[in-house]
């Protein structure tokens, strides 16, 4: 995601717990030793990353879990959406952030900041040379050492605090700067409490008039000194207190060498007795080194959850890394009152409210393979996400489809609709289906009101009228919108037909077929649709944008996730069909970027990793690789997962090939390499690929274990020769949700040539709704 609408692998530096960087049969410690998993992730994955070429555009989230604060070193100026750059020198502060994306910016942030000697608080004065030789980045834990202070800064959060333990020289210029930031703060100091408590407002969008987020600030040691700054960086020498467009606070006191001062931070979106409510709760009188410890237990736990082994060591590294970045997303902005009771404070109206509330996502990357992950290992968390939805359409009127805190208008699409449909037709329980439906139903039908274009469907009115969104209406993306909103469609009617909505279902599977309405049978590609009926001439399928979304023709034609045996007989059958999904790898990588008036960040991603026109740094083609099985051609499918996988992740800074985008970018990772992978949320059916370790162990929420083995599995034998489930042939090319649910073991049998004759016929096909039997009468 990017535009807001108008070789040998080597020892990352820093990673001191990193295990060493060798290759290694299993991921597994010496007998009777357990795992810690927790080392074999680099949060500085993705780090390496600028505005003319992503290689992932992470920072390294400090974080817990699905935590409402994150915290991360801060290389870059205040404001810059590249918040952390690994070939960065200088570090400026540690800041709390609430960031998705580097284009989505942050809100909410303000930062604290160590310095010795002459006092220095300006933002550009005060950084500090620093090197990733004395960095130490876990999920759970970081370190460094800040060189132009000879100040060691740790550390270790919770989901809505953090503490700090900062180890200075001996100075009798000892001072921590709490930096509020821009766009509103203030501060106040109170010494007999060895407390700063105040608010920051920053943000870039999505919030009402009266938001704030409240922090309070905790320190071990009384203070000699305390000043602040006001607006333009004016020092207030000796004051307590400061309110304006950007404030700070500065504490000091003399220390001696190795004299470690604490300092334990926490924040709500609520008030600032919730502020202090949440540091209390979470953190209270821990100390640091058992605050770390939780936090790495957590970590522990949930990575845990799925185990790998029997791989290379990079490999095992990329795999814990990226489901790292899975866990992060979406945030919750729900905190607990002083009776334990779930609250939150909604940032579409303003108001406290009881319930859930999760954000900082974007639905068009997400849907994809994040929310399905979830139905997969985490039903629990995405009921209350699912309650979240609920409670954003009831005090927004509309659901989100990219929330940071609020609506954003970001990217296009009505991609919360395959997102609940998901979570009802795996069975995921605890919210109102009924509500979640009639919201769906409101995207489909209703133009009126929506808060911002990328909320409902942008010219549903068209839409709905011609079967298609048209090219010269002015509504940009047309072909991309039409092509998602047919396949959202689909998933609505699953919905509607499973709750025994008989007629809603008839009237959407219909509409699921509009895809048809834009393919062009003289080039072979979907394309845009004047409101007349007549195609967009001239027509060049390589130009990115335009009529798409940060892609070209050649990318989206494959967005018919519902209906792919329906695409493939527009095409001209399988041959041709897998000749089509050929050319895109074996074409030289052209492209025409004169929609956007330079080259984008996508373009050159997809240009230089030789492999033509495949661009896997963004979501539309994703799913492409996995196309190969309804045409059956499944080794196809095999191979070209695998060189993905290790040719486009790595376990370093520039380990991405990419946007990360929220967790979507790993989620196809750990998807593919467990050995399947799911094209079309929606359905039940995983599509196969090949896995990449030799063993995946699955521990389910419901207490099932599945496990996913790949006999004589290696970087040379990457193709299925035959396939088992619980000790029966699987001639399919697809795994069903249900079966993984109940536990069990699917078996591999690798080897180094492809096996043509394997699950090659018709019935090995996964799902499309042009075979379904049980449609037809939907469909007349």
Not at 105 to 125: H, I, R
Not at 266 to 287: V, Y
Not at 371 to 393: A, H, V
Not at 674 to 703: D, R
Request: proline share 6%.
């Amino acid at each position: 995601m990017k535009y807001i609408i108008y070789i040998s692998l080597f020892c990352v530096a820093g990673l001191a717990l990193m295990p060493a960087c060798t290759t290694s049969e299993a991921a597994e410690s010496p007998a009777n030793e357990p795992v810690d998993y927790v080392s074999y992730v680099n949060p500085l994955m993705g780090t390496d990353s600028e505005f003319s070429l992503s290689n992932g555009n992470t920072y390294p989230a400090i974080a817990m879990p699905w935590g409402m604060n994150f915290w991360t070193p801060m290389t870059n100026k205040m404001g810059d959406g590249w918040t952390y750059q690994y070939d960065a020198y200088k570090i400026r502060g540690f800041k709390q952030t609430h960031q998705p994306s580097p284009w989505i910016n942050d809100y909410a942030a303000f930062s604290l900041m160590p310095v010795t000697g002459t006092l220095k608080f300006q933002e550009e004065e005060r950084a500090s040379w620093f090197s990733h030789k004395a960095e130490v980045v876990q999920p759970h834990y970081y370190k460094v050492y800040l060189a132009d202070y000879d100040v060691v800064t740790e550390m270790a959060p919770t989901e809505r605090a953090v503490q700090f333990r900062f180890t200075f020289p001996e100075t009798d210029s000892a001072y921590i700067l709490l930096d509020g930031f821009f766009r509103g703060s203030m501060v106040k100091i109170l010494p007999e409490e060895r407390k700063i408590i105040g608010y920051c407002r920053n943000n870039h969008g999505g919030v009402p008039n009266n938001f704030h987020n409240y922090f309070v600030a905790e320190f071990d040691k009384d203070f000699s000194v305390h000043h602040t700054w006001g607006d333009g960086w004016q020092l207030m020498p000796n004051t307590l207190d400061n309110e304006g467009e950007h404030v700070g606070a500065i504490v000091g006191f003399a220390t001696e060498r190795g004299e470690q001062v604490n300092v334990k931070v926490a924040s709500s979106f609520i008030s600032p007795e919730q502020a202090q409510r949440n540091l209390d709760q979470e953190i209270g009188r821990a100390t640091f080194e058992a605050t770390k410890q939780a936090g790495h237990d957590r970590w522990q736990d949930e990575l845990s959850r799925i185990k790998v082994s029997g791989g290379k060591e990079a490999d095992i590294q990329t795999f814990y890394s990226c489901l790292y970045r899975l866990l992060l997303f979406p945030r919750p902005l729900h905190e607990i009152d002083e009776n334990g009771q779930i609250i939150h404070y909604s940032p579409y109206n303003g108001e406290v409210r009881p319930g859930y509330l999760y954000t900082d996502n974007g639905f068009w990357d997400t849907f994809r393979a994040v929310f399905p992950f979830f139905n997969l290992m985490y039903p629990e968390l995405n009921s209350r996400i699912m309650q979240g939805l609920e409670n954003t359409y009831v005090e927004s009127g509309w659901l989100p489809e990219w929330a940071s805190p609020g609506h954003r208008d970001c990217m296009i699409g009505s991609n919360s609709t395959p997102i609940i449909a998901d979570a009802y037709l795996k069975g995921v329980e605890g919210y109102d289906a009924e509500l979640l439906l009639d919201a769906m139903l409101k995207n489909a039908d209703q133009d009126e009101g929506r808060p911002v274009q990328s909320v409902g469907r942008a010219g549903v009115d068209y839409y709905n009228k011609l079967g298609y969104v048209p090219y010269d209406v002015g509504i940009n993306e047309n072909a991309a919108r039409t092509l998602e909103y047919a396949y959202a469609d689909f998933t609505l009617a699953e919905m509607a037909r499973a709750m025994g909505k008989t007629e809603v279902a008839k009237r959407f599977y219909k509409q699921s077929q509009r895809y048809r309405n834009l393919f062009d049978p003289e080039t072979g590609w979907m394309r845009g649709k004047l409101e007349n009926g007549a195609f967009q001439s001239p027509f060049n399928p390589l130009k990115w944008g335009d009529a798409f979304t940060e892609g070209n023709s050649l990318h989206y034609t494959w967005s018919v996730f519902h209906d792919i045996a329906g695409l493939m007989e527009l095409m001209g059958g399988e041959e041709a069909f897998a000749a089509r999904l050929d050319e895109v790898f074996t074409m030289p990588p052209k492209f025409d970027d004169s929609y956007y008036g330079f080259t984008i960040h996508e373009i050159r991603e997809m240009q230089i990793v030789n492999m033509g026109n495949y661009a896997h740094g963004n979501q539309p083609i994703q799913h492409m690789i996995y196309l190969y099985n309804f045409a059956g051609q499944p080794w196809k499918a095999q191979a070209r997962s695998r060189e993905v996988m290790e040719k486009l992740y790595q376990p370093a800074p520039d380990g991405y090939c990419g946007d990360e985008d929220n967790g979507q970018t790993s989620a196809w990772f750990v998807f593919s390499a467990m050995g399947f992978y799911p094209v079309c949320p929606g359905t039940p059916q995983y599509v196969l690929g090949s896995p990449l370790f030799e063993s995946v162990e699955l521990q389910l929420e419901n207490g099932n274990t599945f496990r996913v083995s790949a006999a004589g599995n290696s970087p040379e034998n990457i193709y299925i020769q035959q396939a088992s489930l619980n000790g029966k042939p699987h001639p399919y090319t697809w795994l069903d949700y249900d079966a993984v649910q109940a536990g069990g073991e699917l078996q591999f049998q690798m080897g180094a040539a492809p096996n043509r004759e394997w699950a090659t016929d018709a019935a090995a096909r996964p799902y499309s709704l042009s075979t379904d039997p049980e449609l037809e009468n939907y469909l007349k």
